[in-house]
């Protein structure tokens, strides 16, 4: 899933429009060509038409903070799906390589839970085993993501992807 429902007031719009949509074709590729099937992307603040494969979802409470598009998305995506793929529009340097390195490692871990590193930073793309969707669910309240129940749970594979993209998020025009 592509979180992109947020206003970016830093930014001085909704990001999902920044690059003329270049950032979201970006991201849709990524999670596409990486090995994800259904990809959904949470829109919000500004609604636009997706990319192919990709569906959009609204969350409507998206003003609420990140934790709306969370749900929102996680709520969309509906059996046989079993793991989450979780990235936003603000990290377009992001490619197919990293979802399909960090998927892979939740995927043969015992866990179910994996996260992109990029150096010491923690960043996305996340996946998330669908037995933790109702506790991550649970949980979930205001402007934070899924990263409050990946710090509280152990076994978190850690998958270094500084190799292939600086995963920063663009906060910022400059």
């Not at 150096?119 to 649970?138: D, M, S, T």
Request: glycine share 12%.
């Amino acid at each position: 899933m592509v979180l992109a429902a947020g206003a970016g007031v830093r930014y001085g719009m909704p990001k999902v429009l920044a690059g003329e949509g270049e950032w979201l074709r970006a991201a849709v590729s990524a999670l596409h060509q990486g090995g994800c099937g259904d990809v959904v992307v949470v829109l919000g603040a500004a609604v636009v038409d997706v990319p192919s494969p990709a569906r959009a979802v609204i969350a409507e409470d998206w003003a609420s903070g990140l934790s709306a598009s969370v749900r929102t998305g996680l709520l969309a995506l509906a059996d046989p799906v079993q793991y989450a793929v979780l990235t936003t529009v603000d990290t377009p340097d992001i490619g197919a390589a990293a979802v399909r390195r960090v998927l892979t490692a939740a995927r043969t871990s015992e866990s179910g839970l994996a996260r992109a590193r990029y150096g010491r930073r923690p960043g996305h793309p996340v996946v998330i085993a669908r037995r933790h969707w109702p506790p991550l669910l649970a949980g979930l309240h205001g402007d934070d993501g899924a990263g409050p129940y990946l710090r509280a749970h152990g076994g978190v594979v850690a998958v270094d992807c500084a190799d292939l993209s600086t995963g920063r998020d663009i906060d910022s025009p400059a």
